[in-house]
């Protein structure tokens, strides 16, 4: 299967194992709210635990009704495409399947070519990583497929992928940065 058939399946709502930029990420639209509740279902994931969104480009912000400061605007254009999650405010109720409460949701632009030509098609994909909470994350489509068998509608096979996850970042609207979860990227 090419991109272009991937990225048609998940926006018809179907649920994939793909490499992302940094693991095996278990993707679906993340503005689909039956899909995402199906990802929080197979993942058994904590309901109240948002999932890391990615998205092709900054304007993919506005999917969600975010302003950014100018010094948000800056730092994210120096910044992505890289393995940096950005956590940032999120008050529409209308996205509460996704931020669960939170208020906010993270964020990474992958600096993956394919990933993002997939995102450029489909518009945001939650990405958590393709296992269950609180287990080891899938370094091989056949560890994925131990965990979700039949219930995922398609694997992408890239071989084996071993990597830090990305580093996770809050960023407030004065730029000022507080790192949440070390990973591969250094800000």
Known sequence: MNYPQVAAFLKDGKVAVIPTDTIYGIVGSALNEKTVE?????????TDKPMIILISSIDDLNYFNIQLSE?????????WPNPLSVVLPVNS?????LHRGKNSLAFRMPKDQQLLGILKETG?????????EDEKPSETIKIAKD?????????IDKGQIKSEPSTIIELASSGKVKVLRDGQYRV
């Open 124 to 132: 945001p994909l939650v990405a958590p990583s393709a296992n269950y």
């Open 93 to 97: 109720e209308k996205f509460k399947y």
């Open 147 to 155: 965990y979700f068998g039949d219930s995922v509608d398609l694997y």
């Open 38 to 46: 199906e990802i929080y279902r197979l993942r058994k994931r904590a």
């Open 71 to 79: 010094k948000q605007t800056k730092f994210l254009q120096k910044n």
